[in-house]
């Protein structure tokens, strides 16, 4: 095996060049960018917050008085198979990640530190990063409340997974919506971030539906493309992006946020080739984090993991290997982490309704920086940003199904699909699918081998 890492290695740095090469070049659009006139509902809204308690419930008493599963950091950690790493002291140490979200909490920090003694976690000092004026939290405001909750279960997971690693949260003044509605303030935060040499890995837990877009219809992508460049600035810096695929299963949400597309549809940042999509699974887990049945796709009823075609982006040459389920299209997501809501995480919040501050969530916006805390340990364990991992994930899942798989630290899914609200989905397949990508991970054995790529 030792003998086959120059080659593996080789191979990755070929492919991912190519990939990368590919991924920056869009075709031209000689139209003028559309004006956005939508006024929409937060993309947020489809983040889903089961139950409150007092104090955090067990998965066999929530079972039982709730009638979902619930789980905890600690489980995770043992879900994931990340227990060997912290022993050898891979925590994410001396890597950043960057959240992003609308507004932020106001209670963030105290929120975290709370969250932190109650799972035995270390505690570490978020860095806020505002890019504008921030208006006050208004305790009323729905949108204000949803980004609120939004931002915590980011930080609270992002830290959980690699409690090492240095957190730090971008702020942006305007909520994202539906089209490109508060996209520019983030994409320009984000921009602003790398180039001051800020964050390893950024978690984007949103998303705006590619035919919300202003000039989609009409075959003008340009309102989309043009807010691409921060994105571009991450592949050059090496930054790694990550963005959740979406909580609709393989359709997403109208321009005015009321109903979901009656056909299949994508939504971006998670369509883009720059980016890491990441899907969503639904674990059956005992109170210790045990699996007790394999992961499926999450389709619970209360959401379905997003996943299928985009619209905008054609295949990137890192799914070549794959394309006989992507066609001629980028297919999202491309890995799986936790997301459903009979399953959720306990989240622990005070903006609201302190004396209930223990909630559950689920989502393709816990997935995301869930994965992020894993790309973090990579990225110590490498001692160097590993960037865009798109061409490393296709390249570890085409070699895990080979006649003799190599050992690779993904875990295939291969039960459910994505189909959601009369929508016919993409089915889980050995190896490849639109649903759950390459699946999910062992985090033990995926994380050095990602590293080492």
């Not at 505690?123 to 939004?150: C, H, L, N, Y």
Request: proline share 7%; charged share 15%.
């Amino acid at each position: 095996m030792k003998a086959q890492t120059p080659v593996l290695s080789g191979a990755l740095a070929a492919a991912v060049t190519a990939a990368m090469a590919s991924a920056l070049s869009v075709p031209a659009v000689a139209f003028a960018a559309p004006v956005a006139t939508v006024h929409v509902k937060p993309a947020v809204v489809g983040h889903i917050a089961a139950e409150s308690r007092l104090i955090p419930l067990s998965t066999t008493d929530c079972l039982a008085q709730i009638g979902i599963h619930c789980y905890n950091p600690l489980q995770y950690r043992t879900a994931y198979d990340l227990n060997p790493l912290y022993a050898q002291g891979v925590t994410g140490a001396g890597r950043t990640i960057v959240i992003v979200d609308s507004f932020g909490s106001p209670t963030i920090q105290n929120d975290l530190d709370v969250f932190d003694a109650q799972w035995g976690i270390p505690d570490t000092t978020v860095q806020i990063e505002q890019a504008g004026v921030i208006p006050p939290f208004d305790p009323t405001d729905g949108t204000r409340v949803g980004w609120a909750q939004e931002t915590t279960l980011d930080v609270e997971y992002a830290h959980a997974i690699a409690p090492g690693a240095h957190i730090v949260l971008l702020e942006t003044p305007v909520a994202e919506t539906e089209g490109v509605t508060g996209l520019p303030e983030m994409m320009t935060g984000e921009k602003s971030l790398i180039d001051r040499g800020i964050g390893d890995v950024i978690t984007q837990s949103f998303g705006a539906t590619e035919n919300t877009f202003p000039g989609y219809d009409q075959g003008n992508f340009s309102s989309l493309l043009n807010l691409r460049y921060a994105y571009i600035d991450a592949a050059l810096h090496r930054v790694t992006v990550l963005a959740s695929s979406g909580d609709a299963g393989a359709t997403n949400f109208n321009a005015d946020g009321s109903d979901v597309y009656p056909f299949p549809v994508n939504s971006w940042p998670s369509s883009d080739p720059l980016v890491t999509s990441i899907g969503g699974t639904q674990m059956n887990l005992d109170d210790m984090g045990n699996r007790i049945s394999p992961d499926v796709v999450w389709n619970d009823g209360r959401g379905a993991t997003g996943g299928g075609p985009s619209g905008v982006f054609s295949r990137p040459l890192f799914q070549l290997g794959v394309r006989s389920v992507v066609g001629n299209h980028r297919g999202t997501p491309d890995i799986s982490m936790s997301a459903a809501v009979d399953g959720g995480a306990w989240v622990y919040y005070t903006f609201v309704n302190p004396a209930s501050p223990w909630h559950i969530f689920g989502g393709t916006s816990e997935a995301s920086p869930i994965f992020s805390g894993i790309v973090a340990l990579a990225d110590q364990k490498a001692g160097h940003r590993l960037g865009d991992i798109n061409g490393a994930l296709y390249l570890l899942g085409l070699g895990g199904s080979l006649p003799h798989p190599l050992r690779t630290g993904l875990v295939d899914v291969t039960s459910g699909d994505n189909s959601f609200a009369g929508v016919t989905g993409f089915p889980a397949l050995p190896g490849y699918d639109m649903s759950t990508g390459w699946g999910t991970v062992d985090a033990a054995v995926f994380v050095p081998i990602l590293a080492r790529l």
